[in-house]
């Protein structure tokens, strides 16, 4: 079965930093592409980073280009978000995600950031 669990939200103040990690134990994580999208209160879920399987490159929304970085450690099965500068308009609930050989793709619960002014 397999689960993605994120954590590491929570309160920062504005320029503040915070990581989020996403472990993903019974995926095929090696070979999976792995994405962080997030949705904030009234708005769509959006894309924020993906970091693929195949040459671990890197994406990333335009609005968190140059202050977040996603990383995978395949050891661990895990991926990580790390978010630097927050601003208020990061507040959102971040959610992970997992596109495995399969194609089928999973999602975590999601972890809440809220950044303060």
């Known amino acids: 079965q397999v689960q993605l669990v994120e954590s590491g939200g929570g309160l920062v103040q504005a320029g503040g930093s915070l990581r989020l990690s996403c472990a993903a134990p019974?995926?095929?994580?090696?070979?999976?592409?792995m994405r962080w999208f997030r949705q904030a209160p009234g708005k769509e879920r959006e894309f924020v980073a993906s970091?693929?399987?195949?040459?671990?490159?890197?994406y990333y929304a335009d609005s968190v280009k140059g202050r977040f970085t996603i990383s995978r450690d395949n050891a661990k099965n895990t991926v990580y978000l790390q978010m630097t500068s927050l601003k208020p308009e990061d507040t959102a609930v971040y959610y992970c995600?997992?596109?495995?050989?399969?194609?089928?793709?999973?999602w975590g619960q999601g972890t809440q950031v809220t950044v303060s002014p």
């Open positions: 995600n997992a596109i495995p050989p399969s194609g089928v793709e999973f």
């Open positions: 019974g995926l095929t994580f090696s070979r999976s592409t």
């Open positions: 970091i693929r399987w195949s040459d671990t490159r890197t």
